[in-house]
């Protein structure tokens, strides 16, 4: 069975970082892309970034594209999200997401496992 698990969110101020962490398990790490999405109140869960099998391919959405990292370490199984500079928008819950191939994407659809989120929120 497939387990996502995410950890590092927290509370931080506007211009603050956090690190996501996003430990996998139950199948070969290395041979899927893997994604972070995120869901705020009231709002529909979004793209956030995704990385390729290799990680040699990321792609991020625009509203945090200069801010965000994402990487992999496939000899941990695990995936990382770096938030730099992060603002009051970026509140939500961050979730893990495990590709159903090796190429990212940005559609919830390209993803069959998910973790069970971690809150990041902003203080202005």
């Known amino acids: 069975q497939v387990q996502l698990v995410e950890s590092g969110g927290g509370l931080v101020q506007a211009g603050g970082s956090l690190r996501l962490s996003c430990a996998a398990s139950g199948r070969t790490f290395i041979s899927y892309a893997m994604g972070w999405f995120r869901q705020a109140p009231g709002k529909e869960r979004e793209f956030v970034a995704t990385?390729?099998?290799?990680?040699?391919?990321?792609y991020y959405a625009n509203s945090v594209k200069g801010r965000f990292t994402i990487s992999r370490d496939n000899a941990r199984n695990t995936v990382y999200l770096q938030m730099n500079s992060l603002k009051p928008e970026d509140t939500a819950v961050y979730y893990c997401?495990?590709?159903?191939?090796?190429?990212?994407?940005?559609?919830?659809?390209?993803?069959?496992?998910w973790g069970q989120g971690t809150q990041v929120t902003v203080s202005s």
């Open positions: 990385i390729n099998s290799s990680g040699g391919n990321t």
């Open positions: 997401a495990g590709g159903s191939g090796p190429y990212g994407t940005t559609a919830r659809a390209g993803y069959n496992y």
